[in-house]
């Protein structure tokens, strides 16, 4: 079956660089979600759209952006990187319940990209 | 969302059965229990979701008792592995656009052989 897709796997970036985290959800998914984990962390919630908006907000840095286009695929853009911006970098997709009793959304995440800012 | 409490970590050898509880005082009428495992470098994968009493999948058990302010994961006769982080979530049914997933801080289980 068709997983959540992102690319690129790994980045190497300098401080105050600009990098670009692409995300292809699965499809027929309506949701895709951003999250961050640093080392030894755990997974932060960054940022979510719904259906090409913007559902959900953060912790996500000012200096980061995201948007959802019309095919679905997200991106996550960030400028003026810093050092503590290494991270491993997640997107996660979901299909939407709206009917009670129907149980929590599942989320399937991506094998995420690993940024690295020197 | 209510906040889950686990142990932040846990032992185990090969063939055991590992029972990792987590406790959510304050979980609401429409929350559901969740578990998702996390290897080193890769994304969560969900295991098991459930409301009240006992689900079962290929993978895990929950269970949870009545009052539903704790659950228990349950992995048979684990492997090697099953060497991950495990985090329990509190999840709101049918919630729609802003249903995220909060992250706590998950229980670190290592099987050795």
């Known amino acids: 079956a068709a997983g959540v897709i992102q690319s690129p796997r790994h980045l190497i970036k300098e401080k105050r660089e600009t990098a670009t985290l692409k995300c292809y959800p699965i499809?027929?998914?309506?949701?895709v979600y951003w999250y961050q984990q640093g080392p030894g962390q755990d997974p932060q919630f960054l940022i979510s759209?719904?259906?090409?908006?913007?559902?959900d907000k953060g912790s996500i840095p000012d200096r980061f952006s995201a948007q959802q286009f019309s095919d679905y695929h997200s991106e996550l853009n960030m400028s003026s990187l810093e050092l503590g911006d290494s991270a491993l970098y997640f997107c996660?997709?979901?299909?939407?319940?709206?009917?009670?009793?129907?149980?929590?959304?599942?989320?399937?995440f991506g094998a995420g990209s690993r940024l690295t800012v020197l | 969302l209510a906040k889950t409490t686990q142990p932040i970590s846990m032992d185990s050898y090969e063939g055991q059965e590992v029972n990792i509880t987590c406790s959510h005082n304050?979980?609401?009428?429409?929350?559901?229990i969740t578990w998702y495992q996390q290897f080193p470098s890769q994304g969560p994968r969900f295991i098991i979701q459930?409301?009240?009493t006992k689900v079962t999948n290929e993978v895990a058990s929950l269970f949870i008792p009545a009052d539903r302010k704790s659950s228990t994961l349950s992995l048979p006769r684990v492997s090697l592995s099953d060497t991950a982080v495990y985090y329990c979530?509190?999840?709101?049914?049918?919630?729609?656009?802003?249903?995220?997933?909060?992250f706590g801080t998950g229980t670190l289980l290592a099987v050795q052989p």
């Open positions: 979530l509190v999840v709101k049914d049918y919630g729609g656009a802003t249903n995220k997933l909060i």
């Open positions: 996660a997709s979901s299909l939407q319940l709206y009917t009670q009793g129907s149980g929590a959304n599942v989320l399937t």
């Open positions: 459930g409301y009240k």
């Open positions: 499809p027929r998914h309506d949701t």
């Open positions: 304050n979980i609401a009428t429409n929350d559901y």
């Open positions: 759209f719904y259906e090409k908006m913007q559902s």
